[in-house]
């Protein structure tokens, strides 16, 4: 076994089992979690492709248990949260650690070892300085919202120094969940017939975070040395290859109160290291991104929200002389907005939620409408909808045969 | 020199001015905006610090329940009226662990933020919500954190008894746009705790009322240790329940962090 590779994984068992020789009885132990039932029926009358589930490409049962606890003197914590999953779209029964962690806490630092949520960035929804990997296939889908991210295999420690914070995370690589052809129709450039050899990268990824007040201010620095999650694809005769190329990131972050509202600002810059001149028209260029976000309430229970970002390629001139004919060309900068809409009604039992994704640049779009109604504490039921038009070549556009109509009951305990 | 004496001949009618106004009240009652200003100390900036086990019943017209149930961490910063409120979310099973945190400064919006532990996420909130309503209950932002003093302008109606204790009774007209046109307190003469309110709309109906149900004494300060605000317009209401409470005991001003938003400090949250 690669010695690195296992650092985070090895690391954890051996603070786990340090943690349990120290501390043979655990002082307290609460149990909770929840059943959940995730239809999606297809809202768009197309031909699917043999192998993708056409009129009802998600119907998931999920069973999820939490435990957590710790000592008596709250320097050890721990929490597990694991699903158990019928996906009866697929007839398929999977179990699922979504998170399994354990705390050490002292007064300068805090270590938390194993797999766990990590989400660092200013955005709503949209990802600068958040490395840590995703499942879009749980978004397109309508999942609740902590199904976006997964959680990374990893040692992190936080470092208290006055009111400033050094987190500093290395973690084990694990690549984001695209959407699956079995569930969605997606437009390859590559023949389905040809099988898929995908790699992931041994060596584990590491990633920065300063972040303290300045004034009534949250700043942060961030810094990443890592993989892109997503896989650069690339066909021979016989076979597609994926890998995952080298990344760097580099990238601040501010949030702060403007005119009674909150104003979010993040820049990063992507370097494509295994691309550095841009030529290699199999892995993305290096980028500089920049988000801009405005919060506010507009009338009681009631938030609007909008961003705007953009993504700059550079060594654009290299990326154009390389794209193999019958790609579509991406432009050199691509822009989106964003607009969220909130309202609650009935002493926040009724939530009417809107996002939209305007793809600026390249012409399509993504609305998610949802209205979530809590029965009660433990009940609630959302019905929504993801709705993706457009020019085919655009992120969202391309995925335009997947409009659906979504209903999440959860029933927690 | 001329300015010198127009300057302390202009003291003096001023203090004849005074003496006059405040011998026609009663020289022994504190003006109004002081009636008001101790009762938001009472109710709001009692002690140093202070730890709460609350309890919140949320009760609709049918009288079908939710709960909520919260560790609330407050510590006063200066004179000026500074504060931070920390707050932890026990219950219901689907928000346990949330965290939220207010910076409050009486001269500009407060600060806030909020941790949702399901991703992990510290989110700033806009700060401007102050009339919206805390967790789906019938208290706002502004009744668990306080007002200002100056936000509203006030009267003194009378003095009376209420329920066995003597009253003043203030009506307080906001000087901004909100949503009630004006407040009457019952506030305690001694202990200066509001007893009860009642919030007026535009059309002179009582549209919220709030009711000190059980008021002690806790390490030498009164304390409202049940309360319920009511909704009359759709008969809801929100019975909220202090145990647990203690004064002084010593709270850091750091533990008001998004360090403690992710990690709360498990001595005060038991």
Redesign the interface.
């Known amino acids: 076994m690669d010695p690195i590779k296992i650092t985070a994984t090895s690391i954890t068992v051996a603070l786990i089992s340090a943690i349990q020789i120290n501390e043979a009885a655990s002082e307290t132990l609460e149990l ?3 059943v959940q039932a995730h239809a999606v029926v297809r809202t768009v009358d197309v031909d699917c492709p043999a192998g993708t589930e056409c009129d009802v490409p998600f119907n998931d049962q999920r069973a999820q248990i939490k435990a957590e606890g ?1 000592n008596e ?2 320097s050890v ?1 721990y929490l597990g949260k694991i699903d158990l999953i019928h996906n009866w779209a697929l007839n398929d029964i999977d179990s699922e650690v979504r998170e399994l962690y354990v ?1 050490y ?1 002292t007064d300068d630092f ?1 270590v938390r070892g194993g797999r ?4 660092w960035g200013a955005g709503d929804l949209l990802f600068i300085n958040d490395v840590f990997p995703k499942d879009w296939g749980a978004f397109y889908s309508g999942q ?3 199904y ?2 997964l959680g990374s295999d990893a040692v992190k420690l ?1 470092l ?1 120094m ?2 400033t ?1 050094l987190e500093m995370v290395i973690s084990d690589f694990r690549a984001d969940r695209l959407p699956d052809d079995r569930q969605f129709i997606i437009s390859s450039p590559f023949s389905a017939s040809l099988p898929r050899d995908m790699e992931e990268p041994e060596a584990p990824e590491y990633a920065l975070k300063l ?1 303290g ?1 300045l004034r ?1 201010w ?1 700043a942060a620095v961030y810094a990443s040395r890592g993989y892109y999650h997503a896989p650069a694809l690339m066909a021979t005769a016989t076979v597609v290859r994926g890998t995952h190329p080298r990344l760097n990131t580099l990238g601040i972050s501010l ?3 403007v005119a ?3 104003l ?1 600002l993040e820049t990063g810059y992507y370097d494509s290291e295994d691309d550095g001149n841009g030529a290699d028209p199999t892995m993305e260029n290096s980028q500089a991104r920049l988000l801009i976000g405005y ?3 507009i009338g ?2 009631t ?1 609007i929200g909008i961003q705007a970002y953009a993504e700059w390629m550079q060594d654009y001139d290299a990326y154009k002389h390389t794209l193999p004919s019958g790609y579509a060309r991406r432009d050199e900068v691509r822009t989106v907005a964003t607009v969220r809409f909130t309202q ?1 009604y009935l ?3 009724l939530t009417v939620n809107l996002f939209a994704f305007l793809g600026i640049s390249e012409n399509d779009s993504y609305v998610i409408p949802s209205v979530r109604y809590a029965f ?3 009940l ?1 039921m959302e019905l929504g909808a993801n709705i993706l038009n457009g020019s085919r070549s655009g992120m969202f556009g391309t995925l335009g045969d997947n409009d659906n109509a979504y209903v999440t009951m ?1 029933y ?2 | 020199m001329k300015p010198n004496t127009l300057s302390v001949s202009g003291t003096f009618w001023l203090f004849v001015a005074l003496l006059f106004l405040t011998s026609n009240v009663n020289a022994a009652e504190p003006d109004t905006r002081t009636i008001i200003a101790n009762s938001l100390q009472a109710f709001y900036y009692t002690g140093d610090d202070m730890h709460a086990r609350v309890l919140m019943r ?1 009760i ?1 017209a049918q009288g ?1 329940e ?2 909520r149930e919260l560790t609330m961490l407050r510590k006063n910063i200066g004179a000026e009226g500074e504060q931070r409120y920390y707050i932890y979310f026990h ?4 928000v ?1 662990g949330t965290t939220f945190m207010v ?1 409050k400064h009486p001269q500009q ?1 407060d ?1 806030r933020w909020i941790f949702i532990p ?4 510290v989110q ?6 102050k ?3 805390f ?4 208290f706002t932002y502004e009744d668990v954190s306080g007002r200002t003093v100056d936000d509203e302008t006030h009267t003194l109606l009378s003095t009376e008894e209420f329920d066995g204790r003597p009253v003043y009774v203030v009506e307080s007209k906001p000087k901004g746009k909100t ?1 009630y046109e004006r407040r009457v307190s019952w506030i305690d003469r001694e202990r200066w705790l509001p007893l009860k309110e009642e919030y007026f709309d535009s059309r002179g109906e009582i549209i919220r009322i709030f009711t000190a149900d059980r008021v002690e004494q806790v390490e030498g300060h009164w304390t409202t240790m049940a309360r319920t605000m009511k909704n009359l317009q ?1 008969g ?1 209401r929100t019975e909220t329940r202090f145990d647990q409470v203690d004064y002084g005991i010593g709270l850091q001003e ?1 533990l008001f ?3 403690y938003l992710r ?1 709360p ?3 005060w949250i038991r």
């Open positions: 909770s979690g929840f710790g003197s709250g914590a705390d806490h805090t766990q949520v990590i989400t609740p919202l902590e976006l991210k936080d208290f006055g009111s914070t972040s007040y009534s949250d949030s702060g109160p009674s509202g909150v979010n919060t506010r309430q009681q229970e938030q609650y002493h926040q039992t009660s504490d433990n609630w959860r927690a305990f | 949320l609709n079908r939710r709960n219950t219901p099973s689907d346990k910076w919006e600060d399901a991703i992990k996420l700033r909130i806009a700060a401007d919500d009339r919206s309503s967790v789906g209950s019938d949503d759709t809801h750091n962090s998004e360090r990690n400090p498990q001595q």
